[in-house]
């Protein structure tokens, strides 16, 4: 889209424009809650964070990740790519602030939350490796 490329051009204030107008269409449309809503919170979360909004830009990229969080579930990637993002830009250090802003215990709890899902996943992963491995030698 034309946000894109702005963002890509660096056209940081058109690029936020143009996601703040599709925002407001897209919750309008497709509700405030839909992958499209969370796709364009967190591009606009990036362009805040690109122009050094700290704060606007955590709000945007927690929303993105609250709404698939809500729509896909912890253990979808969209949903850990979320809270990858989410968790850099709040340890991002922008200029005259703290170590992590005041989101630590935030960052921390997201942490926790990404190793959680991590372990679990490892942890089904083994159980249907070990299934696929029982079924196959039965068939031997």
């Known amino acids: 889209s034309y946000a894109i490329l702005c963002r890509k051009l660096k056209k940081y204030d058109l690029a936020e424009s143009l996601y703040l ?3 407001k269409a897209l919750e309008k449309n497709h509700g405030k809650t839909d992958r499209k809503t ?3 919170c967190h591009n606009l979360g990036m362009v805040y964070h690109l122009k050094g909004v700290h704060d606007e830009a955590v709000k945007y990229l927690r929303r993105d990740y609250e709404i698939l969080h809500q729509t896909l ?3 979808h990637p ?11 830009v709040m340890e ?3 200029l005259g602030m703290g170590m992590i802003n005041g989101y630590e215990d ?3 709890a997201l942490k926790m939350k ?3 899902v991590r372990s679990c996943i490892s942890q089904l992963s083994n159980k249907l490796r070990a299934i696929i491995l029982t079924q196959s030698s039965r068939f031997s």
């Not at 969209?78 to 850099?88: E, M, N, P, V």
């Open 21 to 23: 107008r599709s925002l």
């Open 38 to 40: 969370a796709a364009c």
């Open 73 to 75: 579930g912890d253990g």
């Open 78 to 88: 969209d949903t850990r790519s979320s809270i990858q993002h989410l968790i850099k």
């Open 92 to 94: 991002s250090k922008p």
């Open 106 to 108: 935030e960052v921390i």
């Open 114 to 116: 990404k190793v959680k």
